[in-house]
């Protein structure tokens, strides 16, 4: 049976850089729905062109276009034994639409790490990362610094700052997050599948604490 996991959080909360570890260790896929629009965005798809309007000033894409991004992801063959979800569900329709589509593929979401971190955090850990322009890898100035400024440690390639990355962008995220998507905990938390996490810890203490969690699901 193919296994889903979500992980939940605010933006800058540290959903990539865990789902990058996660995702290897468990030889799962890792379906970023911030990635699949940037890399839209990156081909000049119609897709990413409309993405845009609402990414650059820190709002939610329609639900229905996301959902159908995330249908046609999960239906590809490199998902046939389940993903790890980072940034989509992000509304009660998108979760509704999730566990539908994933009854469609024999599975069901199987665990909600939610990774908790105050608001206060979230400002500084936006406007210092660095994110690598070909794999997604994330770094930040002072909490994960790359060995050489500018440059990824993992694959070498150029390190950029998101245009959404800017301090009133990330102000309209995180107000958009606690409006529109922190519903999300209670809705898994009564589903019995959300698993919360202290996300002001260490990266190595996140993990560890994920992994835990994953190991008991
Ligand atoms: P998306 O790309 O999903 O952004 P997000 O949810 O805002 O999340 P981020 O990528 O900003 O943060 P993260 O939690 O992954 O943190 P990270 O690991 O990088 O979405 C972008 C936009 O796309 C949205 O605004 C929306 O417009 C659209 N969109 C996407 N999905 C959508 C959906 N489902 N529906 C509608 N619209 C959608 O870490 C952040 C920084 O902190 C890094 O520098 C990192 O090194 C550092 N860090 C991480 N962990 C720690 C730690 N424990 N201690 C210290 N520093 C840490």
């Known amino acids: 049976m193919p296994r889903y996991y979500v992980l939940l959080g605010p933006p800058g909360a540290g959903k990539g850089t865990q789902a990058k570890v996660i ?43 996301t959902i159908a991004m995330i249908r046609e992801r999960l239906s590809r063959p490199d998902c046939v034994n389940g993903a790890l979800l980072d940034g989509f569900p992000r509304t009660p329709a998108q979760a509704d639409a999730l566990a539908k589509m994933l009854t469609e593929f024999k599975g069901g979401v199987n665990l909600v790490p939610y990774i908790s971190v105050p608001e206060n955090l979230l400002v500084e850990r936006l406007c210092g990362r660095w994110t690598c ?85």
Do not use: W
Not at 48 to 61: F, I
Not at 151 to 161: F, K
Not at 186 to 212: C, F, H, P, Q, W
């Open 133 to 217: 322009r070909s794999n997604g890898h994330v770094f930040h100035e002072k909490y994960n610094p790359p060995q050489i400024a500018g440059v990824c440690d993992l694959d070498g390639s150029e390190l950029y700052q998101r245009d959404d990355d800017k301090s009133e962008t990330v102000m309209n995220r995180i107000k958009v997050y606690a409006a529109q998507t922190s519903p999300l905990i209670e809705y898994y938390r009564k589903l019995n599948l959300l698993a919360e996490i202290d996300g002001t810890k260490s990266i190595e203490d996140v993990t560890a604490a994920m992994l835990a969690a994953l190991e008991k699901a």
């Open 23 to 65: 995702a290897e260790k468990y030889d799962l896929v890792h379906v970023s729905s911030g990635d699949l629009f940037r890399d839209n965005l990156k081909r000049q798809t119609e897709l990413g062109q409309l993405a845009q309007t609402y990414m650059s000033k820190g709002e939610l894409v329609p639900d229905d276009v």
